[in-house]
């Protein structure tokens, strides 16, 4: 036996070295006991290029997706007929959700705020009053609003309605089937198991009156949604002689309970605003995407064809809603990327610029109906028989947003409220038109510059919901004016005639007439799409309108009996506080 030291790092280490095979675990704990001590501490800049990919190992790899339910059309739908009825803005708010079965941990209220938003992007049917106390969560918002009221610098509105409700149950596993199987050798050993269960979730809703703190009779909803999960497995094992193998695979799936509520959710406000606005919403939930197996359907379809046919279906699609050009079927250009951005845009996807299963999913949903046995089936998507429709110009709505709609006319100095939307992502230009020949452009403006809007994004002109609109609308001299739209895909503010380029809320140079606007822009333009409209009212003198009295404008913060300075005027530039307004042009035409 001999006896060798070693020293390293300040250690001092002493072991003996064994000759005799009997001792060769001892041999080994003897060498791994000289390699412990012989290491040196670890120098992190070895390892510096294996942590620089944390970076990147920490990022997701699937790209975000909009949160979408089987009634996402039809709050689009609700949306229409609101518009189409001429509701006027209801104020709405809403108690907190809860779930007294606490097996349901989801944002009820907020889900609550998205379907009244998703709609109302046309009509403008309701707003949300968000003011809620909490004293257990003080945030921000909650603290300047509770120091503003106290200093008398905010008014809150009351709403008319609110929503009351709550998550009644959660019965889990109401049906459970459960199947085992196994058998057994003297080397082998085998086992399959297979599992289901489904679970219900109760959601009910109504709708009160805030004024009197009151639910409304018959204004309820109680929906209920099955949610499941199931799984199987399998389980082998073996040996061969004094070794043993052992293998194991299963597949679960488990549905949530997000998407459970949002659905019941979505449901239920549908069910009482149409109640309450006595409109027929049913209409709005016969759709084929409200099928449980619409989007497992679409999935299947999506994954059982080859890319090149989806990316054609999808360009087809884009084709005959007016996104595409005929020349860029075949290209995959920058048009083709913006394109389906700003379908995505309009379809509140995320816009990506890329095909996925989403975009094919909201591009083809109008092409699937139900079949006379109940199944979903696909329409017009064969090649021979999709003859792609001329490409669709963008919608332009324009609507009076006075207290009693479709005025045909208003008297001397009384306030005009508007509001526009367009059909799809454009650029929005509005002029108006007085009877003494004064034009002025509207939009853009200095507070939207370039005039771009969403899809269904209904603006107002002006935003009386501000309380300090960047101008006013005044009816002008008797006679007849009117305001002209014109919507384009792209940016022609460029292309136009130097005296069109004029500030916003200026009289326009040799132009008289809202008709003469549009010959420029078309002789401008010749290669763009352009989509106009106008509305014009009659302008008469006081007393003689065809309403006994003039309305009460929407609520207007700031504005003492609809007037304006005659010494005013907009400056964009700078925010001061101070109400913008717009001096009457030419005997008050703005």
Partial sequence: MTTSTSAQAGIECNAQRFSSPARLVGGLAFVFSMVG??????????????????????RPVVRPVRSLSSFSDSLSCMDHLFRDAGMATVLVSSKTIPDYSGKVAVGT???????????????????????????????????????????NQIRLQRPALYISGAVAFVDQRVISNNNDYGISGTRIEAGYSKNKNASVIGLEMHLGDFRSRTIIPGMDSANEIVIGNGGKGLDLAGRIGSYGVQFSVGRDYAQGSGPAIRTLVELAIIELMGKWARLPYWQCLTLD???????????????????????????????????????????????????????????????????????????????????????????????????PAPQQLTNIRLNIENILLARTSFEVGEQIFMSASVSKASYLYCYMGSANGTVIRMLP?????????????????????????????????????GVACFATDNDVIAKLPANLKAPAFQRIEEVTDLNMLEEAFRKANPNTAIAARKLTWQVVPKATADIPSPPTPPVKQGVKDGTTAPDATVNPKKGSGKQARLARHEQGAV
């Avoid at 699609?317 to 007016?322: H, I, S």
């Avoid at 107002?460 to 919901?465: A, T, Y």
């Fill in 289 to 387: 995407q409200t099928h449980p197996d619409f989007q497992r359907q679409m999935r299947e379809w999506y994954d059982g064809g080859d890319e090149s046919t989806r990316n054609q279906l999808i360009k087809r699609a884009l084709l005959n809603q007016g996104y595409l050009q005929p020349d860029q079927m075949d290209k995959d250009t920058p048009e083709l990327r913006d394109a389906l951005s700003r379908f995505q845009a309009d379809k509140q996807l995320v816009a990506t610029g890329v095909i996925d299963f989403p975009t094919y999913e909201r591009s083809l949903r109008n092409y699937v109906s139900l079949s006379a046995d109940g199944k979903l089936s696909r329409v017009g998507w064969e090649p021979k028989s999709a003859t």
């Fill in 37 to 58: 001590c012989s290491i040196t501490p670890p120098n992190p800049q070895e390892d510096a290029s294996y942590q620089e990919q944390a970076t990147i190992a920490n």
């Fill in 109 to 151: 209220k907020e889900m609550v705020i998205t379907a009244f938003s998703q709609m109302s992007r046309v009509s403008n049917a309701f707003r949300y009053v968000d003011y809620e106390v909490d004293i257990a969560r003080q945030d921000t918002v909650q603290n300047l609003t509770t120091l503003l009221l106290n200093n």
């Fill in 445 to 481: 403006n200095g507070t939207n510059t370039s005039g771009w809007i969403q899809a269904n994004q209904t603006i107002r002109i002006p935003d009386w919901m501000s309380p300090n609109p960047g101008f006013v609308m005044n009816a002008g001299v008797p006679g007849i004016e």
